[in-house]
Structure formats: structure tokens, C-alpha cells
């Protein structure tokens, strides 16, 4: 299977009156992340589906992706703390092209442990907001290859 990681796009910035989880996509975070959709069709790369974080951020870059993708985007608190087991068997559920859409630094940490069947090393893997790392093989601990880690720049370059 091919597994899409994709961090939010651009967010209104972190502040103590402003609870994370409702955190919005600024006016510059969406435009950017169309063209980053525009970049990944240009690139062939669709999702058969979506898995997301609920927090207003990662759902609303989920929701952004639906040019490449036909169903509605699974939202799952699985995506809202660090990697485990449960995660695993949603991603696993169908064997099709998924894209998972969430937060550092626990996507990083997703990554390695498909890849390098360690959480640990997470801070060797940096995704930027809108960013993607492809990833083929088995969703389990170290079962899957890294096939790239696109910057945003880079995929909007492809547009």
C-alpha cells in the first residue's frame, strides 16, 4: 500500500487564549495548500482515502484535498497523540493509496516507526506544513519504505 503523511497546512499562530485544537488555517496557509493539490495532481498522486485529525487545522487541510480524493475525510483522535497500535490497524484497514493528514511532532514519529520500526527516531524526519512523505509497503512497525519527503515548495513547483 502507499501511505501519504501530510502535515497541516499554515495555521493561525499559538497563543494562551486560543485553545490548540481550534487553531485555523490562515488566508495564506489555504492558498498555498491549493496549489500544493494542484502540484500533487500535476504529480498523479491521489488518495483513495483520507485520515484525519479533528482539530480545526489538520480537518480543514483534509477537507482542502478533496480534488484529489472521493470520499470524505476520516477524522480520528488517533492522529492527536503520539503513534500506537490502533493507528496502525485504521491505516491497515483497506489496502489502499491513505493519506493521513495531523500534527508534529507525531507525524514524524508515524514515520519512523513505519519506516525504522522506532518512534525515536521521528527528530531525523522533518515535514514541513504541507509537506508530504511517501511511504510504500506493510502498515507496521518497519514495514514501509520512505519513496520521498516533498517540501510544499517542491510540489507547488510542480503546478
Known amino acids: 500500500m502507499n501511505l501519504f503523511v501530510i502535515r497541516h497546512a499554515i495555521a493561525e499562530d499559538a497563543s494562551p487564549d486560543l485553545d490548540d485544537a481550534h487553531r485555523e488555517l490562515t488566508d495564506d496557509g489555504i ?25 480545526a487545522r489538520a480537518l480543514h487541510t483534509a477537507r482542502l484535498l478533496a ?11 488517533l492522529l492527536c497523540v503520539p503513534p500506537r497500535a490502533e493507528l496502525l490497524a485504521l491505516i491497515a484497514e483497506r489496502n489502499e493509496d491513505t493519506a493521513v493528514v495531523g500534527h508534529e511532532p507525531w507525524l514524524s514519529e508515524l514515520v519512523a516507526w513505519l519506516a525504522f ?8 524526519v522533518l515535514i ?12 507496521v512497525p518497519g514495514g514501509m519504505m520512505v519513496r520521498a519527503l516533498l517540501p510544499p515548495r517542491l510540489i507547488r513547483a510542480a503546478r
Open 31 to 55: 492558498r498555498k495548500l491549493r496549489q500544493v493539490v494542484k502540484g500533487l495532481r500535476k504529480l498523479d498522486i491521489s488518495f483513495d482515502r483520507v485520515i484525519t485529525s479533528p482539530w
Open 67 to 77: 480534488p484529489i480524493t472521493d470520499e470524505l475525510p476520516i477524522a480520528t483522535d
Open 128 to 139: 514541513k506544513k504541507a509537506g508530504l512523505v511517501w511511504l510504500e509497503g506493510s502498515s
Open 117 to 124: 520500526a522506532d518512534t525515536r527516531h521521528g527528530e531525523a
